[in-house]
């Protein structure tokens, strides 16, 4: 027994722990999130000083038009290998 639980109950929680390398990549991806953030945001904040409100919007409608035709690319793709098989 260890704190007054039976010794199957703390093999049960040490199964449940998800360990110290998912704690890591967990850390790293969030210190990666919060650098291309900061890119982001300061790409957008230096389109905003030098265009002005409608550059900013310019900028942001073409990287929606941008990432609108890869997805739909890569469905149309994968739309056709589906009907291929």
Do not use: H, N
């Amino acid at each position: 027994m260890w704190l007054g639980r039976p010794v199957a109950s703390v093999r049960a929680m040490d199964e449940l722990d998800l360990g110290w390398r998912f704690w890591a990549k967990l850390a790293g991806l969030f210190v990666v999130g919060a650098i291309v953030m900061l890119i982001i945001l300061l790409l957008v904040g230096r389109a905003a000083y030098e265009w002005g409100i409608f550059g900013v919007f310019l900028v942001m409608a073409g990287v929606a038009l941008l990432a609108g035709w890869i997805y739909d690319r890569r469905e149309a793709r994968r739309k056709r290998s589906y009907s291929q098989s």
